[in-house]
């Protein structure tokens, strides 16, 4: 057996001993890297369809459908014809006389006679008795006041009555004339006057006379020999902070603000399937009745009856 060594690259420094008998195997080396990914194979076969899945429940039955319209009245059918007159039947007994009628009404009231002539006068009969009180007739008019009577003699003095009610107030009289103008008045004292300003006085005024100040919010006054005394100022200093107040009641709730606006709608969901076709409806109303056909005509007349009995052509009739 001839074994050939390739030698790809030879080491400086490195002695390689050749022989012609194998020798011992070399221990595994390092695995190379990944070759480059080869070409797609071919597309398998396609495997074979799986076992149809259980068949999934029932949906829910659907809502009954609402009743159908009423449908038409049908066309009324053609009139049949006339059927042949039957044979007339053997004339039945006579039978029994009917009860009385009532009564008829009485008939209007006949018109009245002329007066006969007057006989004579008959003999007076006796006073018959006399008869209960009729009701009071109606009061009669009042009759006129008659004429007035003679003074009669001054009576007595009677008691003082009690004082009677204030009575209402009388309507205002008409305004009086203007009275002539009096006298002119005496001189009053002198009047005094409260002047002001945004500076201090100095010779408005007279004795008696106040001034404020209305930039310094000072009074000044009473003047008096021509003199201003010094102001006095009306407004104090400012005082300490008060305490804080007490916490006021909750005040009432404000009034719910407007509701704000709908949201945009929502994706359509995916149709669910399909449930069972709901019960039949209820039978619609009965349509209107057909117009009546027209009459057939009149059949002929049948052949007289043998041994009829006339009827009496008078009823009694009650009251006669």
Do not use: C
Not at 126 to 136: I, V, Y
Not at 174 to 197: D, E
């Amino acid at each position: 057996m001839t074994t050939y060594i390739i030698i790809e690259s030879i080491t400086p420094q490195v002695s390689v001993e050749l022989s012609a008998d194998q020798g011992p195997q070399g221990g595994q080396g390092p695995t190379g890297p990944t070759g480059p990914t080869g070409p797609t194979g071919p597309a398998g076969s396609t495997g074979s369809t799986g076992a149809t899945g259980a068949t999934g429940s029932t949906g829910a039955t659907g809502p009954t459908g609402d009743t159908g319209p009423t449908g038409p009245t049908g066309d009324t059918g053609p009139t049949g014809a006339t059927g042949p007159t039957g044979d007339t039947g053997a004339t039945g007994p006579t039978g029994p006389t009917g009860l009385t009628g009532p009564t008829g009404d009485t008939g209007p009231t006949g018109a009245t006679g002329p007066t006969g002539a007057t006989g004579p006068q008959g003999v007076t009969g006796d006073t018959g008795a006399t008869g209960p009180t009729g009701p009071a007739g109606a009061t009669g008019p009042v009759g006129a006041t008659g004429p007035v009577g003679a003074t009669g003699p001054q009576g007595v003095t009677g008691d003082v009555g009690p004082t009677g009610a204030v009575g209402a107030t009388g309507p205002t009289g008409p305004v009086g004339a203007t009275g002539a103008t009096g006298p002119i008045g005496a001189t009053g004292p002198q009047g005094y006057s409260v002047l002001n300003g945004t500076v201090d006085p100095t010779t408005q005024g007279v004795d008696g006379d106040f001034y404020i100040n209305t930039a310094s919010n000072k009074i000044f006054g009473p003047k008096a020999a021509g003199v201003w005394p010094a102001g006095v100022d009306l407004v104090g200093p400012t005082g300490a902070t008060g305490p804080v107040g007490a916490t006021g009641p909750q005040g009432v709730t404000g009034d719910t603000g407007p509701t704000g606006p709908i949201g945009a709608t929502g994706p359509v969901g995916a149709t669910g399937p399909i449930g069972p076709e709901g019960p039949t409806g209820p039978t619609g109303a009965t349509g209107p009745v057909g117009a009546t056909g027209p009459t057939g005509a009149t059949g002929p007349t049948g052949p007289s009856g043998s041994n009829a009995t006339a009827l009496p052509d008078i009823l009694m009739l009650g009251g006669m």
